[in-house]
């Protein structure tokens, strides 16, 4: 069957269809897929759960306050002390803030700090539901008006994060793009060694980038799917990645083909028929293992499943069906200058790989054992992980103004007056919730309840940053008080409030979601190779090089970069994005071993198996490591530690785990590792044993 719809899609006539209905596709959904950067919501509270005390608090603080305001702190900062007349020009600066576009509300300040050498004056913004990407100029309109004869001014608060996250995350769709793409070509140059053929798969990644793309857009805009700056930059990269991987898993085969085919289109049937169900255990695997993210608790983490797994499925149509048409319409020539012709040899029996299977071979037991040992110990590296969150000046690996501005107000003894912990609660308590948030520690006096109705709401300034632990600490001891008032019903939000969230958050996750990944990944590896044992082993070492790699990266982060610790999300991204994608490369493998054990036993299919995909899944490997490390070129700390992990992951696992570990593990193990399958008695046979 699998023949039949092989020779279907690569004959003549289908594939100039094929190509047709993909080029009508990729013009139609261009011009949507360039809209999806205006969906991102890249706010805070849009990545928090429902169930969340600070979104349900979010939910009754809207009769005080509008949800969307954003509080804006411009300070002022002078170190040999102001002067009256840079009180009188910051009061003037106030007035001309107030009729700024989108300014609500009053503006507060200028307050000047005890030491006289700084002041901070606190504007509030209101651009609707689009929130600061209605109005991305809005930062650069206050710095225009705010001057400071012989000192400096920065703008902070939220307004502030929210101008400076933009510009991290600014021209990131175009960047990226390049900079994935340029990366992907010069690996596709080195290992094609022809000027042409590299241009075809980078086509396929573009189609299925644009075609992802618009169907994300459509989910995002009508069906309430959260697409922020970090999910957008996964999907491209993951995109190109995984297509280019699967791009070259199929040439080879291709290439194999041609060399015993001599019409290019029967050759084709058989690569494709041949290819396509690892090259779909693989997508499968990714998708199920991206759409275990679904069991999240926050929405920045359950959205990115579901992106994710349509950009893989996405990508996998486009390589079975593009890719093949794309190079049956070229033929040949398209290998040019090193053309597989028909009874050539096949390069790869004698190759590297070939010669490190050989190696292995000697000592089989000895290169296992020694193998996962170096890996455990690299593990250790883990105990220094730290993931207790990044405070607002750590969170990025450049200082911006809104960090410069926090850290100014702390040198100066003030606090950043957007900054609060909000109580609502139910009004006849209001005093005693207010008297009650008085003796919790790192907030400033509450101010008088403001009453509405049933409700009333209690705020308080909180003495440090936004998203320190100190602000964390506080928010739990304003809970614990606030909670022991008797039919206060009290809920307690606010900016610390939601970072706290979102960090039991993802420590729930990481909880609930990486088990979950596990137990799917061993089914699907059970299915394809109709075994426990083999599945086991994969599964096992899988884990160990995840564990070796973030062992790696945490001590590069610590004592390399000089990170002060990461995102509470990091270890469940990494675990995902590493488990998926490096199972991909044993399925890559023991599937050919599969086929090969059939014929020769798995001791010699190991060794031809290995032979045969080395070259083609350490260049794939490459190919997923260096798109992941352009991460790295976007100035934030969680997505330069994933680029670097997930690279990392990658390259352990191409070049140490499926080749030496589980390649080591095979040869030792034998024809068991297909137990309780009909291979294991059918591999036997085949060798006589």
């Known amino acids: 069957m699998h023949r039949q719809i092989a020779g279907r899609l690569t004959s003549p006539v289908s594939k100039w269809i094929v190509l047709g209905l993909w080029l009508a596709l990729t013009v139609g959904s261009s011009m949507f897929a360039a809209k999806l950067v205006d969906e991102q919501n890249n706010e805070a509270s849009s990545w928090l759960p429902d169930s969340a005390e600070s979104t349900r608090a979010l939910e009754k603080l809207t009769q005080f306050q509008d949800v969307n305001a954003i509080p804006t702190v411009v300070v002022y900062s002078k170190s040999s002390g102001l002067t009256r007349a840079d009180i009188a020009a910051a009061t003037e600066d106030a007035s001309a803030f107030a009729d700024l576009e989108g300014v609500e509300g009053e503006v507060v300040g200028p307050i000047p700090s005890e030491d006289g050498e700084a002041m901070q004056t606190v504007v509030t913004f209101n651009f609707g539901a689009e929130g600061w990407n209605a109005m991305p100029d809005a930062a650069d309109d206050l710095r225009e008006i705010a001057t400071l004869d012989g000192g400096e001014v920065y703008i902070a608060g939220s307004g502030g994060q929210a101008a400076d996250s933009a510009e991290a995350f600014g021209g990131i769709d175009s960047t990226l793009l390049l900079a994935t793409l340029g990366v992907v070509i010069v690996i ?27 169907l994300i857009y459509f989910l995002a805009r009508y069906a309430d799917l959260t697409v922020n700056g970090q999910s957008y930059a996964i999907l491209t990269i993951l995109v190109i990645g995984a297509g280019t991987d699967y791009a070259l898993l199929l040439v080879a085969r291709y290439r194999e083909e041609l060399r015993r085919h001599t019409d290019r289109h029967e050759a084709m049937s058989f690569a494709l028929q041949r290819a396509a169900p690892a090259i779909l255990a693989s997508a499968a695997t990714v998708i199920l293992g991206m759409l275990c993210l679904l069991l999240a608790e926050l929405n920045s983490t359950a959205g990115l499943g579901p992106v994710a797994a349509i950009g893989i499925g996405v990508t996998f149509l486009v390589q079975i069906t593009l890719l093949p048409a794309l190079l049956t319409i070229c033929g040949r020539w398209i290998f040019w200058p090193k053309r597989p012709t028909f009874g050539s040899d096949e390069p790869t029996s004698s190759g590297f790989w070939a010669k490190v299977g050989r190696r292995i071979a000697v000592r089989p037991r000895a290169t296992w054992v020694v193998t996962a040992v170096l890996l455990a110990i690299a593990c250790l590296g883990t105990l220094r992980l730290d993931t207790a969150g990044l405070s607002t000046e750590d969170q990025y690996t450049r200082e911006f103004q809104s960090v410069t501005g926090q850290k100014e107000l702390l040198a100066h003894g003030m606090a950043d007056q957007s900054n609060t912990v909000a109580v609502v609660a139910n009004a006849a308590r209001a005093d005693d919730v207010r008297a009650a ?112 790699a973030m062992g790696i990266s945490v001590i590069l982060f610590e004592y390399v970069f000089g990170f002060a610790g990461s995102d509470p999300g990091f270890p469940l991204f990494a675990f995902v994005f590493l488990v998926a994608l490096g199972i991909d490369y044993n399925i890559f493998l023991m599937t050919r071993v599969r086929e090969e054990a059939l014929v020769h036993g798995t001791r010699t299919g190991s060794l031809v198996a290995l032979a045969s995909t080395g070259g083609v899944i350490t260049s794939a490997g490459l190919v997923l490591a260096a798109t992941f490390l352009v991460l790295s070129t976007i100035p934030v700390v969680f997505l330069v530690e994933l680029g670097v992990a997930v690279a990392l992951g990658v390259i352990l696992d191409t070049m140490i785990v499926r080749s030496v570990l589980v390649t080591a593990i095979n040869l030792d193990v034998g024809d068991r590792i297909w137990w309780p399958g009909k291979l294991a008695r059918r591999a036997k046979a085949a060798t006589g044993q």
Not at 198 to 214: E, H, K, M, R
Not at 482 to 488: E, I, N, Q
């Open 188 to 214: 596709l140059l080195l290992t094609y060694r022809s000027p042409v053929l590299w241009i075809l798969p980078i086509i396929c990644a573009g189609v299925a980038l644009f075609g992802s793309q618009a």
């Open 437 to 548: 948030m008085a003796e919790a520690d790192g907030i400033e006096r509450p101010g008088k309840p403001v009453v509405i109705g049933d409700l009333a709401l209690v705020e308080a300034v909180i003495d440090s940053d936004v998203a320190a632990p100190e602000s964390f600490a506080a928010v739990r001891e304003v809970r614990e008080a606030t909670h022991a008032v008797d039919g206060a019903d009290a809920l307690v939000g606010g900016g610390s409030a939601f970072f706290l969230d979102t960090q039991e958050a993802s420590s729930r996750d990481n909880r609930v979601i990486i088990p979950s990944i596990l137990a799917m990944v061993l089914v699907i590896l059970m299915v394809l190779l109709r075994a426990l044992v083999s599945p086991l082993i994969l599964v096992a070492t899988v884990v160990l090089s995840f564990g070796a």
